[in-house]
């Protein structure tokens, strides 16, 4: 559950297609500091896979990642 965990930024990407959810996490990592956490809300089912390759190819640890109904939640901490 990723309001379990506190966040310091929120992306909200819901209602848009790949690749627009995984362009505004970089968008909003490069705003912030090493250590700093984002959450990040999206629709397409398709950013599971997405987030879990993404943070794997730019070493952003994935700390959470959850379904609610069609609705998914990740929680990336900046490397």
Known sequence: ???????????D??????PLPILRTKKA????TSGQVLRILATDPGSVRDFQAFSRQTGNALLAS??????????????
């Open 29 to 32: 990592l490069n705003a912030m």
């Open 1 to 11: 559950m990723t309001d379990a965990i506190a966040h310091d930024v929120e992306v």
């Open 13 to 18: 990407a819901r209602g848009l297609n790949c």
């Open 66 to 79: 959850s379904a609610e109904g069609e609705e998914f939640h990740f929680l990336l901490r900046k490397k």
